[in-house]
């Protein structure tokens, strides 16, 4: 299964990295057994819609370039 990682921290949460969401994912996916095609990554709001990276994995998903 070819999947895809997105991780997003607002440069307002104090004490949130990014490592601290993506190492699990990434484990979780070694474990299954599933190809990290991409990992996408924002530093924003998530209250907006429009971030950068959410947007392109959105396209990404729709133009099936991953599984899950």
């Not at 990682?5 to 969401?21: A, E, H, M, P, W």
């Not at 190492?23 to 979780?28: E, G």
């Not at 190809?35 to 099936?64: C, N, P, V």
Request: hydrophobic share 30%.
């Amino acid at each position: 299964m070819r999947v895809a990682i997105y991780t997003r921290v607002s440069t307002r949460d104090k004490g949130q990295d990014v490592l601290n969401q993506v190492t699990p994912i990434r484990n979780l996916c070694v474990q299954e057994g599933w190809d990290i095609w991409r990992e996408y990554e924002d530093h924003d709001s998530g209250t907006r819609a429009d971030r950068t990276q959410f947007q392109r994995m959105l396209k990404d998903a729709a133009e099936k370039k991953l599984t899950f």
